[in-house]
């Protein structure tokens, strides 16, 4: 994906504009920062006024970021705070595991987990998407993320796990 750099910033007319072509902050670091957790755009807006005294007010400087932020490519775009959320969910397909001694094929379940902010990857095979292998899977997850996240967050959850999370009465509809 190629991120457009936020050049243009002091394209429309202004007063000042003349006295700050050299000041205009990069979205780009802008959008890469706000990633990071207690990171806001008004306390990178704080950094950006200490380095350039005359530079930009706080509106302005937020006009120009949502405009540049505007032209990245129409995606699902979400943003995400470091630490705050764990994607987890099974692939599609599973990958065949030779026994060495019997010569038997058996379809391994990947397991991946994916951190919202950095994309850090965590991912496991396991023999099945049942209970115990799904705990299993978050709980070395997190051990390799080295922390919890505050929401883990399921793309899908199997039937058979859903059944034992959430009594039936509640469940059935």
Request: aromatic share 12%; glycine share 10%; hydrophobic share 35%.
């Amino acid at each position: 994906m190629t991120i457009p750099v936020w050049s243009g910033c002091c394209s429309r007319p202004h007063r000042t504009c003349r006295l700050r072509l050299g000041a205009c902050p990069t979205g780009w670091l802008s959008h890469q920062e706000l990633k990071h957790k207690h990171v806001t755009l008004f306390l990178l807006w704080q950094e950006y006024r200490e380095a350039n005294p005359d530079g930009y007010q706080y509106s302005w400087f937020c006009e120009h970021y949502r405009t540049w932020q505007g032209k990245l490519d129409v995606v699902m775009r979400q943003d995400h705070r470091a630490g705050e959320k764990l994607f987890v969910d099974y692939a599609g397909q599973t990958v065949p595991v030779i026994d060495r001694v019997t010569g038997e094929i058996r379809g391994a379940q990947i397991f991946v987990a994916v951190l919202g902010a950095s994309n850090y990857t965590c991912a496991e095979a396991t023999w099945t998407q049942g209970l115990p292998d799904w705990i299993g899977s978050h709980q070395r997850a997190f051990r390799f993320m080295g922390g919890v996240p505050e929401l883990v967050v399921p793309d899908y959850v199997p039937g058979n796990i859903i059944g034992v999370m959430c009594p039936s009465p509640l469940c059935d509809g």
